[in-house]
């Protein structure tokens, strides 16, 4: 059974820093895997996917990165800014049952201006 | 354009009552999912379907039904709700290897 871990559950930094959010997942034949953003009271939003052929994938400030080998995946946001606190989620998609990601628990961020 | 749809917002049942989530979506995604989410944890998958016609079991379907009858909707149903179904529901959907976009969510609380 896929299990997906983020650590820590919480991270607060003051503005402007640069930051790596964690996630691991215990069963590396996955299909690809997202990081979503989800504000308070809010539906999830999805900020990175990368494919299981991929190693990384960038928007804008943030770089998602994808080590299958080792079961981890990094979300890297440079140079934070108070906009950016919010809970965020990796999820993994598993190879050989296609239909059903498999969610972390989330690290919720807060950025301190 | 709406993307995924979740009516209603807010939600209190009393112990037994039962109730349907509604879920629709206007970008012809094929895949639709159901999830819960409680107090300081992820999401758990209660309900898929890959098409129209098409329904599958996630990880938490006990005391759930959901149908799919068109492309665009996929309402979930609560039978005999329970304090155990407290939660957040969030509906879901994607295209092919594409990325999942979710609605707003229905906070429900039973009492």
């Known amino acids: 059974k896929q299990e997906v871990t983020q650590i820590p559950a919480a991270l607060s930094v003051p503005e402007g820093e640069n930051l790596v959010l964690n996630c691991s997942f215990t069963d590396s034949a996955i299909y690809n895997l997202q990081w979503f953003r989800q504000d308070p009271g809010k539906g999830l939003t999805s900020l990175l996917l990368i494919q299981s052929s991929q190693r990384e994938q960038t928007s804008g400030r943030l770089n998602a990165s994808l080590d299958k080998s080792s079961g981890r995946s990094t979300l890297y946001i440079a140079a934070s800014q108070p906009g950016d606190s919010a809970t965020y989620l990796c999820a993994v998609r598993r190879g050989n049952a296609g239909n059903m990601l498999t969610f972390g628990g989330g690290t919720r961020l807060m950025v301190k201006p | 354009n709406a993307g995924v749809t979740q009516t209603p917002k807010f939600r209190i049942l009393k112990i037994g009552q039962s109730m349907t989530l509604q879920c629709t979506q206007d970008m012809n995604h094929n895949y639709m999912y159901w999830y819960r989410q409680d107090p300081g944890m992820g999401l758990k998958l209660i309900y898929y379907s890959v098409g129209a016609g098409i329904t599958d079991k996630g990880e938490v379907p006990n005391g759930y039904n959901v149908s799919r009858s068109t492309t665009e909707d996929f309402p979930l149903r609560l039978e005999l709700a329970a304090p155990s179904q407290t939660s957040v529901y969030f509906c879901?959907?994607?295209?092919?290897?594409?990325?999942?976009?979710f609605g707003s969510g229905t906070q429900l609380s039973v009492l």
């Open positions: 879901a959907s994607r295209a092919g290897n594409e990325k999942l976009f």
